[in-house]
């Protein structure tokens, strides 16, 4: 198993990348390919004490920014390092891909290099959140902002396809997120998507979800258009982070305080872990023929390591196989 | 100042609905009229020791129910608790309304009945959230599922005005929440508004904001489509819940920790306070002539009393005037 890794995506490029590639090789036991700058590379292991066992280089100079358009992946940057790990994919030097680097481009490249799975309209990004000791796959995390019912239709057989194969659940119950549980809810796409869900055998739909659905349990992948999964994706974030700081605020306000946050840490450090979603990984680019997963722009070390263990258990569980047999008996009877 | 309690509007009705009018009463030294079932109104009263002064009450029988169409209330139950309260603040009898019923038929009623001010195109339901000791409004939290950027213009100019009369901040910052803060992020919606607004000389603009926006203080009105806006909402305050029920799990998982959390009671408490949005009221449906306030259906007395006293202060700002006064001078040149 080779998980070829963009050296140089992310806010904590290099030194963040390298260190989780080096963790996912001790702890997974599979070989890690990663590009960017060579030198710059090699010395920021050495100078970290980083080992390079199963650690190998693809040299390349360039890299896309958080600030670059989405499309130079495919033509002005297609060699920089995001650029040459999607050809080194698509060439079939490695089994899956990892990118914390700028989602625009990891969007395109996957599409435009790697390709779509014959069939399907549109890729998704679709992170799988840690809610109660289980798992909600949110489909689509922003990919694409406009969407049309097939899409959404088609989300929700990649996502239930994705929880159960990667073992998440046997019989993935799919939802999708609007604004009442009420069938009538939501605007004329989310209303259209409802109804060809509600039709599709390939998957349990059980209806609308709210945006409170998620940690209720309601469903296990909760199928949204971009726009909206983006902001559901974006608000959970923001509330956490905010409760997490006035939080801190409260226990370290006296010494008193102090004393007692102390001796609760190990509790404090439980629930801080339930609630970090790039334990699971980062968002997988769902729909393209190839495992691509996208980290977290602000990916650590270990953040990383576990997008590189999400990638090579999506290669090795055969789901995308299962995504394109399952869109190919669906696209048959139109021909 | 007088205002109107629909008297069996919520989850906890009529007991909570009582307590937070007679609390409301007490504090704010105002007039309250309850409408609903006098009998069953003073019976749980008196049982509950809940003292009358300043509460007089205008029966009715009819109630509307969570599951009733929101039209009922202008029609097939205009003569139910909340549609009588709608009677009475169209005719002068009160200053202003809460209920914590059926939102929509809370919509229809403020749209048909109350009727919006001229010029204005849609009401939209607006809360505000506390963010850091500051304030940030939501505008449109679930109103319009459907909008057009000139919607989301006016509802950037009421947000503005509300803010800056209520007392909240002098010079609003607007922004607009999109899937990225770059100008040409969204849907063909969002980049029309965004056009508009940039364009809007009522309020300061300060572009797209992201979902996670809101705790970020970046700005004092987040305008949303009902849609988006009600994903927002929903996400946090199932984010909120969740992380306080894992929280509360880890502070009662031992003895040990169940002794030191007892300790740490006031803090929590001033956490909880800081989170808790009900404290500063309800959603208040800005875009029709009167003061009207919808609580969380799930309120208790507290939540009621705060959506009174921010009726009343709603009533006394001027605000609604300043509302009518902005668009009545943005309409004149269209003549």
């Given at each position: 198993m080779t998980v070829i890794v963009d050296g140089m995506g992310g806010d904590h490029a290099p030194l963040e990348i390298l260190k989780g590639c080096a963790a996912a090789v001790e702890e997974l036991g599979i070989n890690v390919i990663v590009t960017g700058p060579e030198e710059l590379l090699k010395k920021t292991m050495e100078e970290n004490d980083i080992a390079p066992r199963n650690i190998s280089f693809r040299h390349t100079d360039g890299i896309i920014t958080m600030e670059d358009e989405a499309g130079c992946?495919?033509?002005?940057?297609r060699n920089s390092s995001m650029g040459l790990a999607f050809d080194l994919l698509k060439n079939g030097e490695a089994d899956a891909m990892v990118s914390a680097g700028?989602?625009?481009?990891?969007?395109a490249g996957g599409t435009l290099l790697v390709k779509r799975i014959p069939g399907i309209k549109r890729a998704a990004f679709a992170p799988v959140l840690p809610v109660n000791d289980?798992?909600?796959m949110l489909i689509d995390s922003g990919a694409n902002e406009v969407c049309t019912p097939e899409y959404l239709d088609q989300f929700g057989t990649m996502g239930a396809l994705y929880m159960k194969h990667m073992g998440f659940c046997e019989n993935p119950r799919v939802g999708?997120?609007?604004?009442?549980t009420e069938e009538c809810k939501?605007?004329?796409?989310h209303k259209q998507a409802h109804a060809l869900m509600k039709e599709n055998a390939a998957y349990e739909f059980i209806g609308n979800v709210e945006g409170r659905g998620v940690f209720d349990g309601e469903c296990d992948v909760l199928v949204a258009d971009g726009f909206s999964g983006n902001v559901l994706l974006k608000s959970v974030e923001g509330t956490a982070t905010y409760i997490m700081k006035i939080m801190k605020e409260a226990l370290t306000s006296s010494l008193f305080t102090k004393i007692l946050a102390a001796m609760l840490k190990p509790k404090l450090r439980v629930m801080k872990k339930?609630?970090?979603y790039t334990e699971e990984g980062g968002a997988v680019l769902l729909g393209v023929c190839k495992p691509v997963v996208k980290a977290h722009g602000s990916s650590n070390a270990k953040a990383?390591?576990?997008?590189?263990?999400q990638a090579a258990n999506l290669a090795k569980s055969g789901a995308i196989d299962h995504i394109t047999q399952a869109i190919k008996e669906t696209e048959t009877p139109k021909n």
């Open positions: 992946v495919l033509k002005a940057k700028n989602s625009g481009a990891v969007l289980k798992h909600t999708l997120l609007n604004n009442g939501g605007t004329e796409l339930k609630l970090d990383l390591k576990n997008a590189i263990r």
